[in-house]
């Protein structure tokens, strides 16, 4: 019942039918640019941006890490067409 290839393909079939409409409903300008943001935000907060971006002080770094999660939050409502 569960391992016959007749239910298997059926599922499948579905599966395929779900993920072609999902990537029409999808606007991957705002998806690269949600991760992109939000990836900017995790190397601030990691530290690791410092090494490229030198910062004048705590608040500026901390700005910078809110404004580019803020950016990446509101890029993701933009994601659905």
Known sequence: MFGSPKG????????????????????F???????????VCYLTMAGIIQQHI???GVAN????AMLSLLMGVMLIFGIKK
């Open 8 to 27: 298997s393909s059926y599922i499948y079939g579905i599966l395929i039918k779900t993920i072609k409409v999902m990537l029409k409903k999808i606007n």
């Open 29 to 39: 300008k705002y998806l690269i640019g949600a991760l992109g943001s939000l990836g």
């Open 54 to 56: 030198h910062f004048a």
């Open 61 to 64: 770094e901390m700005g910078f």
